[in-house]
């Protein structure tokens, strides 16, 4: 069995040279105190010189190792994720599900929804809905080996293999946005058979790349803000898609233009206003600055950009093939306000088995990290009947 327990644990003269780094640390001017022209350049100051005087990264890295960390070869590359045992309730076995991450967060996303998930009934839960939690870091990022180009269709593959084969699960749920979404629904396309059930916060994006013929009122006014929403705020998919290598260079040498680059993401895509720190704390925020940083890979997590950016014709007839596999895999929708799209149940029922569909109050693009509970009881309640 190739499944070996890991710690993270970075190296002191990492920590030493980011210290030299933030200490020297050319700034943008503090002209202004808003996020209208990108990264606010007040808050960025406000954050690195927490960075530099307050986190304590041996501390946050010592919560991240409790839970339980490991590392398979799977197709000979080494693949990190956690894998937290559920608490058992009234002799019921937990259901295993696997929880797949995007850009531009990390495992980290799920931290806080991982305990909720394998011991409900210590947060306000039913003990019968626990789950045994996979949460693997995708290929390139954080302690994952980088894949080949390409790979990244083909996720869904090594994530069955370390399910099934690795981990003993027959039969497991699925959930996922962002990259995990996608991820999540090739899934369940290629291994049916195995996936009982797809939860997820998003309508992966690459669907409206073929637009129907026939859209209705409603798909048309999602089309057509996607449309607005890439020329408006989609540039950074454009250069980690064409020029992810020259980005990636700057971002790699400057520990606060990796912070500005990632964490204005976040303010422009959760439900915080003007205001981030309404949805995330700064340790949040540089918890997942640092698991880039002490990787070094920001380049690699751009792999999927790249990859989409460059799929030829032939790509794009096997992947819309795909769907006409596994289509019945019952299918959950977690829609949050504040996410980056709108899609109407409609739009997702072209593609997916939707069983249910929640239009949540409140929370964005990182829910499980925003809302946790509130993702929490959706997951619960739709892989209830699931459990027999």
């Known amino acids: 069995m190739s499944v070996q327990p890991f710690q993270i644990h970075v190296p002191d003269s990492t920590l030493e040279d980011l210290r030299g780094r933030l200490n020297a640390a050319r700034l943008p001017p503090d002209v202004a105190d808003d996020w209208s022209a990108g990264m606010n350049p007040a808050y960025l100051r406000r954050l690195v010189e927490h960075w530099r005087s307050a986190y304590d990264w041996r501390a946050r890295e010592a919560r991240m190792n409790r839970l339980a960390h490991f590392r398979a070869e799977i197709g000979g590359t080494l693949v990190h994720f956690i894998h937290e045992r559920g608490q058992r309730g009234h002799g019921d076995r937990p ?16 931290l806080k929804l991982v305990p909720l998930l394998t011991d409900p009934a210590a947060h306000g839960g039913d003990p019968r809905d626990a789950f045994d939690v996979v949460v693997p870091s995708l290929p390139g990022y954080a302690f994952s080996e980088a894949p080949r180009h390409g790979a990244t269709f083909d996720v869904g593959d090594p994530w069955h293999q370390l399910m099934s084969h690795e981990l003993g699960y027959d039969r497991y749920a699925a ?4 990259w995990g979404s996608g991820v999540t629904e090739r899934l369940a396309r290629s291994h049916s058979a195995s996936v009982i059930g797809v939860h997820l916060t998003d309508v992966p994006f690459w669907h409206a790349f ?39 260079a700057g971002l790699d040498d400057s520990p606060a233009g990796l912070a500005a680059w990632l964490v204005e993401k976040f303010q422009r895509s959760s439900d915080c206003g003007d205001d981030l ?10 918890d997942n600055v640092m698991i880039y940083w002490a990787t070094e890979t920001i380049g690699s997590s751009f792999l999927p950009y790249f990859d989409v950016m460059h799929a030829g014709a032939p790509r794009w007839i096997l992947e819309k093939a795909k769907d006409l596999v596994g289509s019945k895999v019952p299918a959950a ?14 739009w997702a029922a072209r593609f997916f088995d939707v069983q249910r569909w929640t239009e949540m109050p409140r929370g964005g693009h990182f829910a499980a990290m925003e809302e946790p509970q509130l993702l929490a009881e959706d997951i619960r309640a739709f892989f209830r009947p699931f459990r027999q």
């Open 95 to 110: 259901l295993p599900i696997v929880l797949t991450h995007g850009f531009p967060d990390s495992f980290v996303r799920f």
């Open 175 to 178: 959930h996922g946005g962002d």
């Open 210 to 248: 073929q637009k129907p013929h026939d859209p209705t009122p409603a798909e048309q006014a999602y089309l057509k803000a996607n449309e607005q929403f890439t020329f408006q705020q989609g540039a950074y998919a454009m250069i980690q898609g064409t020029r992810p290598l020259t980005l990636a």
């Open 277 to 286: 720190e309404r949805s995330f704390t700064r340790d949040e925020l540089l």
């Open 333 to 346: 929708f977690a829609m949050f306000p504040r996410d980056l799209s709108h899609p109407p149940r409609e």
